[in-house]
């Protein structure tokens, strides 16, 4: 779906494909602004499952923490960290336990605008000077060279605005853009036809 929206095709055609209607693909795009969430994928510095089983057996035989450890080539605290939060000693499971840090894992990250409330207005009130989100993120860079807090990207502001992510930009400043459309896409796509403005059947 989101290879064929990134080729701007058109929502109907998007729906035939999967024998959809169109307001359906509509929804799906819509829920994150027309911009395709990032695929997300766990740290390799992170326990895989077979550890987290090793760690079970661990539990069950009465082993100590630093044992664990030792044999899994972890620290101890990542071990006592892994049990604690999963039940504890007399609780702990470790299919459940690895469903839970892959929830975790596929969180969304809070945006950047909300955590940082004086780019956020920065950003706002280049908006409203009718400034575009490409604009804002290229003076951001030549303002503060080296100010990793004070950067942030174009798609980043885009979506911050369509998402509507809770706190980091209003609503309303969706209008100060060029195209106030209600989700991100390409300015060369058309929802029109290809016969669009041509005169047919001669």
């Known amino acids: 779906m989101w290879d064929r929206w990134r080729k701007r095709e058109t929502l109907h055609q998007i729906a035939g494909l999967f024998d959809r209607d169109h307001s359906a693909i509509q929804r799906i795009l819509a829920e994150s602004g027309g911009i395709c969430p990032a695929e997300r994928h766990r740290s390799r510095l992170a326990l895989t499952l077979s550890e987290r089983e090793e760690i079970s057996c661990g539990v069950v035989a009465g082993s ?15 071990i006592s960290r892994e049990i604690r939060r999963n039940g504890g000693a007399g609780g702990y499971r470790a299919n459940r336990a690895d469903e839970v840090a892959g929830d975790r894992a596929c969180r969304p990250k809070v945006c950047k605008l909300v955590h940082n409330r004086a780019l956020a207005q920065l950003v706002a009130s280049k908006l409203c000077l009718e400034w575009s989100p490409e604009q804002i993120a290229g003076w951001l860079k030549r303002s503060y060279p080296g100010e990793e807090t004070y950067q942030v990207s174009h798609e980043t502001i885009y979506r911050s605005l369509f998402i509507q992510a809770r706190g980091a930009l209003k609503k309303e400043l969706m209008a ?8 991100r896409r390409s300015r060369h796509h058309t929802q029109k036809t290809s016969i669009h403005g041509r005169i047919t059947g001669l």
């Open 64 to 78: 100590s923490m630093r044992s664990i450890a030792a044999s899994l080539g972890r620290a101890p605290s990542t």
């Open 176 to 183: 100060h853009l060029r195209r106030t459309r209600g989700m």
